[in-house]
Protein backbone atom coordinates (compact mmCIF):
# COMPACT_ATOMS: atom_id res chain seq x y z
CA UNK A 1 0.00 0.00 0.00
CA UNK A 2 2.76 2.47 1.01
CA UNK A 3 5.03 1.41 -1.88
CA UNK A 4 1.77 1.74 -4.16
CA UNK A 5 1.42 5.32 -2.34
CA UNK A 6 4.86 5.89 -3.22
CA UNK A 7 5.13 5.24 -7.11
CA UNK A 8 1.50 7.10 -7.32
CA UNK A 9 3.34 10.54 -5.73
CA UNK A 10 6.60 10.15 -7.78
CA UNK A 11 4.12 9.81 -11.01
CA UNK A 12 2.45 12.75 -10.03
CA UNK A 13 5.79 14.43 -9.31
CA UNK A 14 6.76 13.73 -13.03
CA UNK A 15 3.63 14.63 -14.50
CA UNK A 16 4.15 18.04 -13.17
CA UNK A 17 7.59 18.48 -14.20
CA UNK A 18 7.03 17.88 -17.71
CA UNK A 19 4.59 20.35 -17.34
CA UNK A 20 7.08 22.84 -15.96
CA UNK A 21 9.52 22.00 -18.61
CA UNK A 22 6.55 23.09 -21.18
CA UNK A 23 6.29 26.33 -19.73
CA UNK A 24 3.40 25.87 -17.29
CA UNK A 25 3.31 27.69 -13.90
CA UNK A 26 3.06 25.67 -10.36
CA UNK A 27 -0.26 27.87 -10.04
CA UNK A 28 -1.51 27.46 -13.14
CA UNK A 29 -0.32 23.66 -12.97
CA UNK A 30 -2.81 23.35 -9.80
CA UNK A 31 -5.57 25.45 -11.24
CA UNK A 32 -5.89 23.34 -13.97
CA UNK A 33 -5.57 20.29 -11.56
CA UNK A 34 -8.79 21.70 -9.11
CA UNK A 35 -11.09 22.33 -12.22
CA UNK A 36 -10.31 19.34 -13.96
CA UNK A 37 -10.70 17.05 -11.13
CA UNK A 38 -14.51 18.71 -10.57
CA UNK A 39 -15.35 17.69 -14.39
CA UNK A 40 -15.00 13.67 -13.06
CA UNK A 41 -18.81 12.96 -14.27
CA UNK A 42 -18.98 15.23 -16.63
CA UNK A 43 -16.17 13.40 -18.60
CA UNK A 44 -17.14 10.64 -17.87
CA UNK A 45 -20.86 10.88 -19.50
CA UNK A 46 -18.82 11.95 -22.26
CA UNK A 47 -17.08 8.49 -22.31
CA UNK A 48 -19.99 6.86 -22.11
CA UNK A 49 -21.12 8.41 -25.41
CA UNK A 50 -18.06 7.57 -27.18
CA UNK A 51 -18.52 4.20 -26.34
CA UNK A 52 -21.86 4.01 -27.25
CA UNK A 53 -20.52 5.25 -30.58
CA UNK A 54 -17.59 3.36 -30.63
CA UNK A 55 -19.74 0.35 -30.41
CA UNK A 56 -22.25 1.48 -33.47
CA UNK A 57 -18.96 2.62 -36.05
CA UNK A 58 -17.55 -0.90 -34.99
CA UNK A 59 -20.95 -2.71 -35.79
CA UNK A 60 -21.15 -0.74 -39.11
CA UNK A 61 -17.73 -1.84 -40.03
CA UNK A 62 -18.58 -6.03 -39.64
CA UNK A 63 -22.01 -6.15 -41.30
CA UNK A 64 -20.27 -4.46 -44.01
CA UNK A 65 -17.67 -7.12 -44.10
CA UNK A 66 -14.54 -4.41 -43.99
CA UNK A 67 -11.69 -6.77 -44.93
CA UNK A 68 -8.20 -5.51 -45.84
CA UNK A 69 -9.16 -5.79 -49.60
CA UNK A 70 -10.88 -2.41 -48.35
CA UNK A 71 -7.55 -0.35 -48.15
CA UNK A 72 -6.40 -0.76 -52.01
CA UNK A 73 -5.08 1.93 -53.66
CA UNK A 74 -7.35 2.68 -57.13
CA UNK A 75 -6.44 4.51 -59.53
CA UNK A 76 -8.26 5.74 -63.15
CA UNK A 77 -11.33 5.75 -63.47
CA UNK A 78 -12.21 4.07 -59.74
CA UNK A 79 -14.33 1.11 -61.34
CA UNK A 80 -15.33 -1.49 -58.64
CA UNK A 81 -13.72 0.22 -56.08
CA UNK A 82 -14.46 -2.36 -53.32
CA UNK A 83 -12.60 -0.08 -50.61
CA UNK A 84 -14.99 3.01 -51.16
CA UNK A 85 -18.26 1.36 -52.00
CA UNK A 86 -18.07 -0.32 -48.95
CA UNK A 87 -16.93 2.76 -46.74
CA UNK A 88 -20.00 4.24 -48.15
CA UNK A 89 -22.30 1.69 -47.44
CA UNK A 90 -20.95 1.61 -43.30
CA UNK A 91 -21.22 5.81 -43.44
CA UNK A 92 -25.00 4.66 -44.07
CA UNK A 93 -25.43 2.39 -41.72
CA UNK A 94 -24.05 4.40 -39.27
CA UNK A 95 -25.94 7.44 -40.41
CA UNK A 96 -29.15 5.22 -40.76
CA UNK A 97 -29.50 6.18 -44.03
CA UNK A 98 -30.31 4.24 -47.43
CA UNK A 99 -27.16 5.30 -48.78
CA UNK A 100 -24.13 7.91 -48.34
CA UNK A 101 -21.53 9.76 -50.60
CA UNK A 102 -18.22 9.59 -48.90
CA UNK A 103 -15.21 10.70 -51.31
CA UNK A 104 -11.78 12.37 -51.18
CA UNK A 105 -13.01 14.31 -54.52
CA UNK A 106 -15.24 16.26 -52.47
CA UNK A 107 -12.85 18.99 -51.62
CA UNK A 108 -14.53 20.19 -47.87
CA UNK A 109 -17.42 20.89 -46.36
CA UNK A 110 -18.46 23.85 -48.18
CA UNK A 111 -18.01 22.05 -51.75
CA UNK A 112 -20.29 18.41 -49.68
CA UNK A 113 -22.96 21.37 -48.70
CA UNK A 114 -22.85 22.82 -52.22
CA UNK A 115 -23.04 20.18 -53.85
CA UNK A 116 -26.00 18.80 -51.59
CA UNK A 117 -27.93 21.93 -52.64
CA UNK A 118 -26.90 22.18 -56.21
CA UNK A 119 -27.83 18.40 -56.65
CA UNK A 120 -31.15 18.37 -55.43
CA UNK A 121 -32.81 21.49 -56.17
CA UNK A 122 -33.98 22.83 -59.79
CA UNK A 123 -34.77 26.43 -61.74
CA UNK A 124 -37.52 27.85 -59.50
CA UNK A 125 -37.11 25.62 -56.42
CA UNK A 126 -37.04 27.22 -52.96
CA UNK A 127 -34.51 27.08 -50.52
CA UNK A 128 -35.36 27.94 -46.26
CA UNK A 129 -33.66 27.87 -44.18
CA UNK A 130 -34.63 27.85 -40.87
CA UNK A 131 -31.74 28.45 -38.47
CA UNK A 132 -31.15 31.99 -39.56
CA UNK A 133 -28.06 33.23 -41.61
CA UNK A 134 -26.01 30.13 -43.10
CA UNK A 135 -22.80 29.34 -42.61
CA UNK A 136 -20.48 32.45 -43.97
CA UNK A 137 -19.05 30.16 -46.84
CA UNK A 138 -22.62 29.26 -47.74
CA UNK A 139 -23.57 32.87 -48.33
CA UNK A 140 -21.98 32.42 -51.88
CA UNK A 141 -23.20 29.28 -52.91
CA UNK A 142 -26.81 30.02 -51.97
CA UNK A 143 -26.33 33.79 -53.79
CA UNK A 144 -26.92 35.79 -50.90
CA UNK A 145 -24.17 37.62 -51.67
CA UNK A 146 -23.74 37.53 -55.78
CA UNK A 147 -21.33 34.81 -56.37
CA UNK A 148 -20.31 33.45 -59.67
CA UNK A 149 -22.42 30.10 -60.37
CA UNK A 150 -24.26 30.66 -57.34
CA UNK A 151 -27.73 28.99 -56.91
CA UNK A 152 -29.14 32.14 -57.46
CA UNK A 153 -27.65 32.32 -61.11
CA UNK A 154 -29.43 28.88 -61.77
CA UNK A 155 -32.72 30.83 -60.97
CA UNK A 156 -33.27 29.01 -57.10
CA UNK A 157 -34.78 31.57 -54.85
CA UNK A 158 -33.77 31.85 -51.32
CA UNK A 159 -35.53 32.72 -48.20
CA UNK A 160 -34.69 32.43 -44.18
CA UNK A 161 -36.92 32.35 -40.80
CA UNK A 162 -34.40 33.14 -37.87
CA UNK A 163 -34.78 31.33 -34.58
CA UNK A 164 -36.21 32.95 -31.58
CA UNK A 165 -34.29 34.78 -28.98
CA UNK A 166 -33.96 31.86 -26.86
CA UNK A 167 -32.50 29.86 -29.52
CA UNK A 168 -35.16 27.69 -30.31
CA UNK A 169 -37.23 27.59 -33.95
CA UNK A 170 -39.81 30.37 -34.96
CA UNK A 171 -42.33 27.97 -36.29
CA UNK A 172 -45.01 30.68 -37.39
CA UNK A 173 -42.74 31.96 -39.25
CA UNK A 174 -41.22 28.62 -40.73
CA UNK A 175 -45.16 27.74 -41.44
CA UNK A 176 -45.81 31.21 -43.51
CA UNK A 177 -42.55 30.77 -44.98
CA UNK A 178 -43.24 27.52 -46.83
CA UNK A 179 -45.04 28.20 -49.97
CA UNK A 180 -45.63 26.03 -53.29
CA UNK A 181 -42.16 26.42 -54.70
CA UNK A 182 -40.44 25.40 -51.36
CA UNK A 183 -38.67 22.16 -51.80
CA UNK A 184 -35.95 21.78 -49.35
CA UNK A 185 -35.39 23.03 -45.93
CA UNK A 186 -31.71 24.03 -44.87
CA UNK A 187 -30.75 23.16 -40.99
CA UNK A 188 -27.45 24.29 -39.40
CA UNK A 189 -27.02 21.87 -36.04
CA UNK A 190 -23.65 23.81 -34.87
CA UNK A 191 -23.62 27.59 -34.19
CA UNK A 192 -20.68 28.23 -36.16
CA UNK A 193 -19.39 31.42 -35.49
CA UNK A 194 -22.41 32.66 -34.06
CA UNK A 195 -23.17 32.99 -30.41
CA UNK A 196 -26.73 31.30 -30.74
CA UNK A 197 -26.94 27.82 -28.91
CA UNK A 198 -26.10 24.98 -30.96
CA UNK A 199 -29.07 22.57 -32.14
CA UNK A 200 -29.52 19.70 -29.93
CA UNK A 201 -30.53 16.28 -31.97
CA UNK A 202 -33.89 16.48 -30.35
CA UNK A 203 -34.54 19.63 -31.25
CA UNK A 204 -34.01 19.33 -34.84
CA UNK A 205 -35.66 15.90 -34.73
CA UNK A 206 -39.10 17.79 -33.67
CA UNK A 207 -38.52 20.61 -36.27
CA UNK A 208 -38.30 18.05 -38.84
CA UNK A 209 -41.46 16.33 -38.17
CA UNK A 210 -43.40 19.70 -38.36
CA UNK A 211 -42.08 20.92 -41.50
CA UNK A 212 -42.52 17.34 -42.80
CA UNK A 213 -46.37 17.55 -41.97
CA UNK A 214 -46.61 21.13 -43.09
CA UNK A 215 -45.37 19.36 -46.47
CA UNK A 216 -44.26 16.10 -46.38
CA UNK A 217 -42.19 16.43 -49.99
CA UNK A 218 -40.16 18.50 -48.51
CA UNK A 219 -36.45 17.41 -48.73
CA UNK A 220 -34.91 18.09 -45.23
CA UNK A 221 -30.82 18.79 -45.22
CA UNK A 222 -28.98 19.21 -41.92
CA UNK A 223 -25.22 21.00 -42.22
CA UNK A 224 -23.99 18.57 -39.61
CA UNK A 225 -20.54 20.12 -39.46
CA UNK A 226 -19.07 19.39 -35.83
CA UNK A 227 -22.12 17.73 -34.23
CA UNK A 228 -20.67 14.20 -35.93
CA UNK A 229 -20.89 11.81 -32.45
CA UNK A 230 -21.39 14.46 -29.99
CA UNK A 231 -24.44 12.49 -29.09
CA UNK A 232 -25.47 8.80 -29.82
CA UNK A 233 -28.02 10.23 -32.34
CA UNK A 234 -27.83 12.06 -35.40
CA UNK A 235 -30.27 13.74 -37.64
CA UNK A 236 -30.89 10.99 -40.10
CA UNK A 237 -32.24 9.08 -37.30
CA UNK A 238 -34.76 11.64 -36.88
CA UNK A 239 -36.07 11.79 -40.95
CA UNK A 240 -33.16 14.49 -42.32
CA UNK A 241 -33.05 13.44 -45.85
CA UNK A 242 -29.60 14.45 -46.22
CA UNK A 243 -27.04 14.92 -43.28
CA UNK A 244 -23.62 16.42 -44.94
CA UNK A 245 -20.18 17.30 -43.35
CA UNK A 246 -16.55 17.44 -44.04
CA UNK A 247 -13.30 14.74 -43.35
CA UNK A 248 -11.23 17.43 -41.80
CA UNK A 249 -14.03 17.63 -39.02
CA UNK A 250 -15.34 15.43 -36.77
CA UNK A 251 -16.01 12.03 -39.06
CA UNK A 252 -12.71 11.71 -40.65
CA UNK A 253 -11.05 11.30 -37.02
CA UNK A 254 -8.00 13.70 -37.82
CA UNK A 255 -6.49 10.89 -40.15
CA UNK A 256 -8.95 11.95 -43.23
CA UNK A 257 -6.62 14.37 -45.61
CA UNK A 258 -9.16 15.25 -47.24
CA UNK A 259 -12.63 14.69 -47.76
CA UNK A 260 -16.57 15.14 -47.24
CA UNK A 261 -19.13 12.94 -47.14
CA UNK A 262 -23.37 13.26 -47.40
CA UNK A 263 -25.51 10.80 -46.16
CA UNK A 264 -29.23 10.19 -47.13
CA UNK A 265 -32.15 9.01 -49.09
CA UNK A 266 -31.38 6.92 -51.98
CA UNK A 267 -32.68 9.71 -54.62
CA UNK A 268 -31.24 12.76 -52.79
CA UNK A 269 -27.86 10.82 -52.85
CA UNK A 270 -28.04 9.53 -56.15
CA UNK A 271 -28.42 13.06 -57.61
CA UNK A 272 -25.51 14.02 -55.51
CA UNK A 273 -23.42 11.40 -57.47
CA UNK A 274 -24.50 12.75 -60.70
CA UNK A 275 -23.65 16.15 -60.05
CA UNK A 276 -20.32 15.60 -58.68
CA UNK A 277 -19.27 13.36 -61.10
CA UNK A 278 -21.62 13.24 -64.30
CA UNK A 279 -25.20 12.28 -65.28
CA UNK A 280 -24.73 9.03 -66.00
CA UNK A 281 -21.96 7.88 -64.44
CA UNK A 282 -22.51 8.71 -60.60
CA UNK A 283 -20.76 6.79 -57.90
CA UNK A 284 -19.27 4.47 -60.39
CA UNK A 285 -16.31 6.46 -60.68
CA UNK A 286 -14.15 7.93 -58.33
CA UNK A 287 -11.00 6.47 -57.37
CA UNK A 288 -9.41 6.80 -53.95
CA UNK A 289 -5.81 6.69 -54.68
CA UNK A 290 -4.81 5.42 -51.59
CA UNK A 291 -6.61 7.55 -49.27
CA UNK A 292 -9.47 5.17 -48.39
CA UNK A 293 -7.71 3.40 -45.31
CA UNK A 294 -7.22 6.87 -43.51
CA UNK A 295 -11.15 7.42 -43.89
CA UNK A 296 -11.76 4.05 -42.62
CA UNK A 297 -9.33 4.07 -39.77
CA UNK A 298 -10.27 8.16 -39.31
CA UNK A 299 -13.85 6.79 -38.62
CA UNK A 300 -12.97 4.33 -36.51
CA UNK A 301 -11.10 6.67 -34.06
CA UNK A 302 -13.62 9.50 -34.74
CA UNK A 303 -15.93 8.61 -30.97
CA UNK A 304 -12.86 8.90 -29.30
CA UNK A 305 -11.23 11.76 -31.07
CA UNK A 306 -14.65 13.90 -30.59
CA UNK A 307 -15.26 12.86 -26.81
CA UNK A 308 -11.19 14.16 -26.32
CA UNK A 309 -12.56 17.44 -28.20
CA UNK A 310 -15.66 17.66 -25.83
CA UNK A 311 -13.70 17.38 -23.02
CA UNK A 312 -11.20 20.10 -24.19
CA UNK A 313 -14.09 22.57 -24.87
CA UNK A 314 -15.48 22.16 -20.95
CA UNK A 315 -12.31 22.05 -19.52
CA UNK A 316 -11.93 25.34 -21.44
CA UNK A 317 -15.23 26.70 -20.47
CA UNK A 318 -14.73 25.66 -16.48
CA UNK A 319 -11.00 27.31 -16.88
CA UNK A 320 -11.86 30.54 -18.53
CA UNK A 321 -15.27 30.37 -16.98
CA UNK A 322 -14.14 30.71 -13.64
CA UNK A 323 -12.10 33.69 -14.31
CA UNK A 324 -14.83 35.43 -15.16
CA UNK A 325 -14.46 35.77 -18.91
CA UNK A 326 -18.01 35.02 -20.87
CA UNK A 327 -17.88 31.69 -22.56
CA UNK A 328 -20.44 30.06 -24.56
CA UNK A 329 -21.00 27.26 -23.56
CA UNK A 330 -21.03 27.95 -20.21
CA UNK A 331 -19.77 25.57 -17.98
CA UNK A 332 -22.06 23.72 -17.03
CA UNK A 333 -24.50 23.45 -20.48
CA UNK A 334 -24.86 20.23 -22.29
CA UNK A 335 -23.02 20.46 -25.31
CA UNK A 336 -24.25 19.42 -29.21
CA UNK A 337 -20.72 20.73 -31.03
CA UNK A 338 -17.11 20.64 -30.49
CA UNK A 339 -16.81 24.83 -30.40
CA UNK A 340 -16.17 26.58 -27.64
CA UNK A 341 -16.51 30.41 -27.53
CA UNK A 342 -13.88 32.25 -24.49
CA UNK A 343 -14.58 36.34 -24.65
CA UNK A 344 -11.66 37.75 -23.72
CA UNK A 345 -12.61 41.05 -23.96
CA UNK A 346 -9.17 42.90 -25.15
CA UNK A 347 -7.16 42.50 -28.37
CA UNK A 348 -4.24 41.95 -26.15
CA UNK A 349 -6.36 38.82 -24.84
CA UNK A 350 -7.27 37.14 -28.01
CA UNK A 351 -3.39 37.59 -28.92
CA UNK A 352 -2.28 35.92 -26.45
CA UNK A 353 -4.82 32.99 -26.24
CA UNK A 354 -4.04 32.26 -29.58
CA UNK A 355 -0.35 32.20 -28.99
CA UNK A 356 -0.81 29.98 -25.93
CA UNK A 357 -2.72 27.13 -28.53
CA UNK A 358 0.17 27.34 -30.86
CA UNK A 359 2.56 27.15 -28.14
CA UNK A 360 1.44 23.90 -27.45
CA UNK A 361 1.44 22.03 -30.88
CA UNK A 362 2.88 19.43 -31.93
CA UNK A 363 3.62 20.99 -35.23
CA UNK A 364 4.57 24.41 -35.98
CA UNK A 365 4.83 25.09 -31.95
CA UNK A 366 7.85 27.59 -32.51
CA UNK A 367 5.93 29.79 -35.15
CA UNK A 368 3.80 33.08 -33.54
CA UNK A 369 0.61 33.39 -35.08
CA UNK A 370 -0.25 37.22 -35.90
CA UNK A 371 -3.68 38.99 -37.14
CA UNK A 372 -3.59 39.23 -40.30
CA UNK A 373 -6.06 40.93 -43.27
CA UNK A 374 -7.77 37.79 -44.62
CA UNK A 375 -9.78 37.87 -48.07
CA UNK A 376 -13.42 38.11 -47.18
CA UNK A 377 -13.20 39.77 -43.32
CA UNK A 378 -13.85 43.19 -42.16
CA UNK A 379 -11.44 42.96 -39.79
CA UNK A 380 -8.40 41.62 -38.80
CA UNK A 381 -8.34 37.84 -38.20
CA UNK A 382 -5.50 35.85 -36.20
CA UNK A 383 -5.46 31.66 -36.24
CA UNK A 384 -3.60 29.58 -34.60
CA UNK A 385 -2.88 25.79 -35.43
CA UNK A 386 -0.25 23.37 -35.14
CA UNK A 387 -1.96 20.98 -37.65
CA UNK A 388 -1.23 17.44 -39.27
CA UNK A 389 -3.50 18.06 -41.80
CA UNK A 390 -4.23 21.82 -42.96
CA UNK A 391 -6.66 23.70 -41.87
CA UNK A 392 -8.13 20.75 -39.98
CA UNK A 393 -9.87 21.95 -37.21
CA UNK A 394 -10.52 18.23 -35.65
CA UNK A 395 -7.13 19.19 -34.65
CA UNK A 396 -6.57 22.09 -31.59
CA UNK A 397 -7.10 25.19 -33.12
CA UNK A 398 -8.14 28.65 -32.58
CA UNK A 399 -9.68 31.25 -34.79
CA UNK A 400 -10.25 35.26 -33.73
CA UNK A 401 -11.39 38.25 -35.91
CA UNK A 402 -9.56 41.06 -33.93
CA UNK A 403 -13.00 43.03 -33.20
CA UNK A 404 -15.32 43.44 -30.46
CA UNK A 405 -16.08 41.80 -28.07
CA UNK A 406 -12.72 40.45 -29.11
CA UNK A 407 -14.11 36.26 -28.52
CA UNK A 408 -12.09 33.55 -28.91
CA UNK A 409 -13.64 30.22 -31.03
CA UNK A 410 -11.35 27.43 -30.72
CA UNK A 411 -12.39 23.88 -31.36
CA UNK A 412 -10.79 20.12 -31.80
CA UNK A 413 -8.23 18.31 -29.90
CA UNK A 414 -7.25 15.11 -31.39
CA UNK A 415 -6.17 14.10 -27.92
CA UNK A 416 -8.17 15.88 -24.11
CA UNK A 417 -4.09 16.06 -23.05
CA UNK A 418 -2.96 18.09 -25.94
CA UNK A 419 -6.16 20.07 -25.67
CA UNK A 420 -5.73 20.44 -21.80
CA UNK A 421 -2.18 21.58 -22.39
CA UNK A 422 -3.28 23.89 -25.25
CA UNK A 423 -5.42 25.71 -22.62
CA UNK A 424 -3.38 26.09 -19.63
CA UNK A 425 -0.64 27.61 -22.28
CA UNK A 426 -3.41 29.62 -23.28
CA UNK A 427 -4.09 30.90 -19.64
CA UNK A 428 -0.17 31.09 -19.12
CA UNK A 429 0.54 33.17 -21.84
CA UNK A 430 -2.15 35.70 -20.66
CA UNK A 431 -0.50 35.27 -17.02
CA UNK A 432 2.97 35.70 -18.64
CA UNK A 433 2.20 39.02 -21.49
CA UNK A 434 0.50 40.47 -17.58
CA UNK A 435 -2.89 40.08 -18.88
CA UNK A 436 -4.37 37.71 -15.73
CA UNK A 437 -3.74 40.19 -13.21
CA UNK A 438 -4.13 38.26 -10.45
CA UNK A 439 -4.44 34.26 -10.58
CA UNK A 440 -4.31 33.27 -6.86
CA UNK A 441 -6.76 35.99 -5.45
CA UNK A 442 -9.46 34.66 -8.75
CA UNK A 443 -8.76 31.38 -8.67
CA UNK A 444 -8.93 30.93 -4.79
CA UNK A 445 -12.32 30.70 -4.96
CA UNK A 446 -12.94 27.71 -6.20
CA UNK A 447 -10.21 25.68 -3.90
C1 LIG B 1 -16.80 24.20 -41.23
C2 LIG B 1 -18.21 24.41 -41.53
C3 LIG B 1 -18.66 24.52 -42.84
C4 LIG B 1 -17.75 24.57 -44.03
O1 LIG B 1 -16.77 23.60 -44.06
P1 LIG B 1 -15.37 23.88 -44.76
O2 LIG B 1 -14.74 22.53 -44.72
O3 LIG B 1 -14.66 24.90 -43.96
O4 LIG B 1 -15.63 24.32 -46.15
C5 LIG B 1 -20.02 24.67 -43.03
N1 LIG B 1 -20.87 24.72 -42.00
C6 LIG B 1 -20.47 24.63 -40.73
C7 LIG B 1 -21.46 24.71 -39.63
C8 LIG B 1 -19.13 24.47 -40.45
O5 LIG B 1 -18.73 24.37 -39.19
Redesign the pocket.
Known amino acids: MTEYNADNNRKIAEREQIYRELGIDADIYAYGARTEARLRDRFAEIDRTAEYNQLKVIRAMQKNRVSEGCFAATTGYGYNDLGRDTLEAVYADIFHTEAALVRPQIT????A?SLALAANLRPQDELLSISGRP?D??ESVIGIRPAKGSLAEYGITYRQTDLLPDGSFDRDAIRQAIGENTKMIAI?R?K?YQTRPTLSVDAIGDIIAFVKSIKPDLIVMV?N??GEFVETKEPSDFGADMVVG?L??NPGGGLAPIGGYIAGTRECIENCAYRLTSPGLGKEVGATLGLIQSFYQGLFLAPTVVAGALKTAIFAANIFGDLGYPVVPDQTESRHDIIQAVTMGTPEGVIAFCKGIQAAAPVDSFVTPEPWAMPGYDSDVIMAAGAFVQGS?IELSADAPIRPPYAVYFQGGLTYYHGKLGILKALQMLKTEGILANLEEMTSLNC
Not at 108 to 111: F, L, V
Open positions: CGTHLYTLQSGDCYSIKS
